[in-house]
């Protein structure tokens, strides 16, 4: 697909360059990031209308999870202009896998707000009865962990994966404060993302009669 391409845009093109150069590819290459996604859409939907073949490329992942991707997937949407997906790694399927919690049922919400919204996001993970699923910076990785405890109690199982698909994959599974005490010690590094397992329900004595 990418030797196919008119254009290959890339999330950082030093990244993708390195891809592109050990497969012997010399196509054109185009910055498409959170930084300068609404400048360029218009121009990159004027060159789809123009019948070009655009690939997508993110430095990890898959386009359009918690990235650029879904703003240009949306709009080719809304010009009737064929998107075609490939399956690639995304990090958040193995960590709901690797933590043994219910997922016939889940929630993914990304990235939580970091400041407004994100006490009352935390209490909505707290009383979901579904496992939740969301992605944090190893910077703000320990402030969730607090909130998790606050909110969601002393004995709420979490798992925490890091780096999944990579050299230095990681997952460790406890409770907040279990997991707090191991991160203290051992400074966050890497793309974390936590899956926190659901609300337990409450058991009615009409239940278990």
């Not at 918690?66 to 949306?74: A, E, K, M, V, Y």
């Not at 709901?96 to 049922?105: N, V």
């Not at 909110?151 to 409770?175: D, P």
């Not at 051992?186 to 926190?196: L, M, T």
């Given at each position: 697909?990418?030797?196919?391409?008119?254009?290959?845009?890339?999330?950082?093109t030093?990244?993708?360059?390195?891809?592109?150069?050990?497969f012997?590819?010399?196509?054109?290459?185009?910055?498409?990031?959170?930084?300068?996604?609404?400048?360029?859409?218009?121009?990159?939907?004027?060159?789809?209308?123009?019948?070009?073949?655009?690939?997508?490329v993110?430095?990890?992942?898959?386009?359009?999870?918690?990235?650029?991707?879904?703003?240009?997937?949306?709009?080719?949407?809304r010009?009737?202009?064929?998107?075609?997906?490939?399956?690639g790694?995304?990090?958040?399927?193995?960590?709901?896998?690797?933590?043994?919690?219910?997922?016939?049922?889940?929630?993914?919400?990304?990235?939580l707000?970091?400041k407004?919204g994100?006490?009352?996001?935390?209490k909505?993970?707290?009383?979901?009865?579904?496992?939740?699923?969301?992605?944090?910076?190893?910077?703000?990785?320990?402030?969730?962990?607090?909130?998790?405890?606050?909110?969601?109690?002393?004995?709420?199982?979490?798992?925490?994966?890091?780096?999944?698909t990579?050299?230095?994959?990681?997952?460790?599974?406890?409770t907040?404060?279990?997991?707090?005490?191991h991160?203290?010690?051992?400074?966050?590094?890497?793309?974390?993302?936590?899956?926190?397992?659901?609300?337990?329900?409450?058991?009615?004595?009409?239940?278990?009669?």
């Amino acid at each position: 697909m990418l030797k196919e391409a008119d254009l290959i845009l890339a999330e950082d093109t030093r990244t993708t360059g390195i891809l592109l150069k050990h497969f012997q590819i010399e196509n054109k290459l185009m910055s498409y990031h959170l930084h300068n996604e609404h400048q360029v859409l218009q121009k990159i939907i004027s060159l789809l209308h123009e019948e070009k073949s655009i690939a997508l490329v993110t430095d990890a992942g898959t386009p359009g999870i918690s990235d650029p991707g879904f703003l240009l997937i949306r709009e080719c949407v809304r010009n009737q202009i064929p998107v075609e997906a490939l399956p690639g790694a995304t990090a958040f399927v193995p960590a709901l896998l690797k933590s043994g919690f219910p997922c016939d049922e889940f929630v993914y919400i990304g990235f939580l707000p970091q400041k407004k919204g994100r006490q009352t996001a935390i209490k909505q993970v707290a009383g979901d009865p579904r496992t939740t699923v969301m992605y944090e910076s190893p910077h703000r990785l320990i402030k969730l962990l607090e909130q998790l405890l606050e909110f969601c109690g002393a004995e709420r199982q979490i798992s925490v994966s890091r780096e999944l698909t990579k050299k230095f994959e990681e997952t460790l599974n406890g409770t907040a404060s279990e997991l707090l005490t191991h991160f203290k010690t051992h400074e966050p590094r890497g793309e974390f993302v936590v899956v926190v397992s659901g609300k337990a329900k409450q058991i009615t004595g009409d239940e278990t009669a």
